[in-house]
C-alpha cells in the first residue's frame, strides 16, 4: 500500500499560510498518522494565547477530526505524543486529555522541549488504526 495524504481543511491551509511543509495526516499501511497540531483557534486559524487546559481541548478536537477524515476514531488511537514547554502544566494536560480518553487509554509519551518554538504551550501527534 502506498502512502496517502489526507487533506483535512482547515489545518492544511493553516499550515500553508505559514510555509510550514508538512501532510496533516498521512495514511499508510492501515494507519493513520497525524502530524503535530498546534492549537489554531477554530475560527481564524491564528494561534492565541489561551489556557493550557483551552489549548489542549482545541488541539485533540482537531486531532479528533484529523482522524475521522481519515477513517477512523479516537477509540482506534494507539499512540499520542504530547509536547508542552513547561512540566507546571502536567495536571490541566492530563484533566483535557482524560476527557477525550476516558477508557482504555493509547500508549502516550509527554515530552517538555525547552527551546520551545511557538506563541503555544502544547501539540499533540498520534497514531491511529483503521478499521
Given at each position: ?51 493550557v ?72 501527534d ?6
Amino acid at each position: 500500500m502506498t502512502k496517502k495524504i489526507v487533506r483535512v481543511e482547515p489545518f492544511a491551509t493553516y499550515a500553508e499560510k505559514r510555509n510550514v511543509p508538512v501532510s496533516s495526516v498521512v495514511v499508510h499501511d492501515g494507519l493513520v498518522y497525524v502530524s503535530q497540531i498546534p492549537p489554531y483557534d477554530p475560527v481564524t486559524g491564528e494561534i492565541r494565547r489561551v489556557e493550557v487546559r483551552d489549548q489542549m481541548d482545541i488541539v485533540l478536537a482537531q486531532m479528533q477530526k484529523c482522524v475521522e477524515a481519515a477513517g477512523s476514531s479516537l477509540d482506534r488511537v494507539v499512540q499520542c505524543s504530547v509536547y508542552a514547554n513547561d512540566p507546571a502544566h502536567f495536571a490541566a494536560i492530563n484533566e483535557v486529555y482524560g476527557r477525550y480518553f476516558p477508557v482504555d487509554p493509547p500508549s502516550r509519551r509527554l515530552i517538555f522541549v525547552s527551546g520551545w518554538h511557538g506563541p503555544f504551550d502544547v501539540e499533540v501527534d498520534c497514531i491511529a488504526a483503521l478499521p
